[in-house]
């Protein structure tokens, strides 16, 4: 059973401690203005995208900041960022930390792909890597989505050798998701515990935007109700009672995905708006609500009218 408590923290947006067993002990669920219109509207993409991952990322930062004061006596040098290709390059933590601290933020890369087994079974492989910057004695941070964590663990997987390897110590990981379920979130707790087997101080704090999503079925589609994992503050239920419709029997509380792919909807923003159509006209025939209906026939509309406008000629040069 999940409980989650309110810490006051001035940072412009609502952070929760989560205590669940299979989570890593440090667990916060961030409420933030930029990621609802994220995950409440699946119309944003490409451009406009970006622009509210930014700021995410820079609440991302500004909440581990003020939670973690250890942070503060680290030098540039000894923090790194775990880009995950694709996904990471869409938080764009780069940038968040320059414009947060006016200093270059170092960079490894893991190329990590998915595939799967059977059913809503994912495995996942590495097909490239880059860890010049990987720091000694450091902090390690990474932002992606998680649906089933296996592109995470095998990211973390390697990041452990690499660092066995090199016989360097490290001394946390910093995860924060925009999108993450429960079910995936839980694997970090199992590579806690392999990496405390080297480096018994080493810790993994989690931010997760809105919520802990629950998984359907399919292993993709991050769902905001899902009965013994979607993990919810109250302020998120209602924003949910709101936007979607009755959170206990609604359609689409327990339907729509809260992301998509992220992947296309940061770099292929017409195949991830041709997804929200194909869901909301076949969703449409199914879902019994009024709200619902309104809902997805918005969708419908909107999304018709943003793949019309990814047609048109560009822009004159300004």
Same mark, same amino acid.
């Given at each position: 059973? *999940?409980?989650?408590?309110?810490?006051? $923290?001035?940072?412009?947006?609502?952070?929760?401690?989560?205590?669940?067993?299979?989570?890593?002990? =440090?667990?916060?669920?961030?409420?933030?203005?930029?990621?609802?219109?994220?995950?409440?509207?699946?119309?944003?993409?490409?451009?406009?995208?970006?622009?509210?991952?930014?700021?995410?990322?820079? #609440?991302?930062?500004?909440?581990?900041?003020?939670?973690?004061?250890?942070? +503060?006596?680290?030098?540039? &040098?000894?923090?790194?960022?775990?880009?995950?290709?694709?996904?990471?390059?869409?938080?764009?933590?780069? *940038?968040?930390?320059?414009?947060?601290?006016?200093?270059?933020?170092?960079?490894?890369?893991?190329?990590?792909?998915? @595939?799967?087994?059977?059913?809503?079974?994912?495995? *996942?492989?590495? @097909?490239?890597?880059?860890?010049?910057?990987?720091? =000694?004695?450091?902090?390690?941070?990474?932002?992606?989505?998680?649906?089933?964590?296996?592109?995470?663990? +095998?990211?973390?997987?390697?990041? &452990?050798?690499?660092?066995?390897?090199?016989?360097?110590?490290?001394?946390?990981?910093?995860?924060?998701?925009?999108?993450?379920?429960?079910?995936?979130?839980?694997? $970090? $707790?199992?590579?806690?515990?392999?990496?405390?087997?080297?480096?018994?101080?080493? &810790?993994?704090?989690?931010?997760?935007?809105?919520?802990? @999503?629950?998984?359907?079925?399919?292993?993709?589609?991050?769902?905001?109700?899902?009965?013994?994992?979607?993990?919810?503050? !109250?302020?998120?239920?209602?924003?949910?009672? &709101?936007?979607?419709?009755?959170?206990?029997?609604?359609?689409?509380?327990?339907?729509?995905?809260?992301?998509?792919?992220?992947?296309?909807?940061?770099?292929?923003?017409?195949?991830?708006?041709?997804?929200? #159509?194909? @869901?909301?006209?076949?969703?449409?025939?199914?879902?019994?609500?009024?709200?619902?209906?309104?809902?997805?026939?918005?969708?419908?509309?909107?999304?018709? =009218?943003?793949?019309?406008?990814? !047609?048109?000629?560009?822009?004159?040069? +300004?």
């Amino acid at each position: 059973m *999940a409980t989650s408590r309110k810490v006051s $923290l001035p940072i412009g947006g609502s952070v929760y401690k989560v205590e669940h067993p299979e989570l890593p002990k =440090n667990t916060h669920i961030v409420c933030m203005t930029p990621v609802q219109k994220i995950l409440y509207n699946p119309i944003i993409c490409g451009r406009d995208l970006r622009k509210l991952s930014l700021d995410c990322s820079k #609440l991302f930062l500004r909440a581990a900041w003020t939670m973690m004061p250890s942070l +503060r006596k680290l030098s540039a &040098r000894q923090l790194s960022e775990i880009v995950v290709l694709r996904g990471s390059l869409g938080y764009q933590f780069d *940038a968040a930390f320059e414009q947060l601290f006016k200093r270059y933020l170092p960079r490894c890369f893991v190329g990590a792909r998915r @595939f799967r087994i059977s059913g809503g079974e994912f495995g *996942a492989e590495i @097909f490239y890597t880059n860890f010049d910057s990987l720091p =000694n004695d450091g902090v390690l941070f990474t932002g992606d989505t998680i649906a089933t964590g296996a592109s995470l663990s +095998r990211t973390l997987a390697v990041t &452990r050798n690499e660092l066995r390897e090199r016989d360097y110590d490290v001394r946390s990981l910093l995860v924060f998701s925009i999108a993450g379920s429960f079910k995936g979130c839980t694997r $970090l $707790l199992e590579w806690e515990e392999r990496f405390r087997e080297w480096w018994p101080n080493f &810790r993994i704090h989690l931010f997760a935007a809105e919520a802990l @999503f629950g998984l359907a079925d399919n292993g993709t589609d991050l769902l905001f109700r899902r009965e013994d994992e979607a993990i919810l503050p !109250n302020e998120s239920i209602k924003r949910v009672d &709101r936007l979607y419709g009755d959170y206990d029997t609604g359609f689409l509380p327990g339907n729509i995905c809260a992301i998509f792919d992220w992947g296309d909807r940061n770099f292929k923003p017409e195949r991830h708006l041709e997804d929200v #159509l194909k @869901f909301a006209r076949s969703s449409l025939k199914v879902a019994k609500d009024q709200k619902s209906k309104a809902v997805l026939r918005g969708l419908i509309l909107k999304a018709e =009218n943003e793949l019309k406008k990814l !047609n048109q000629s560009l822009p004159g040069i +300004r």
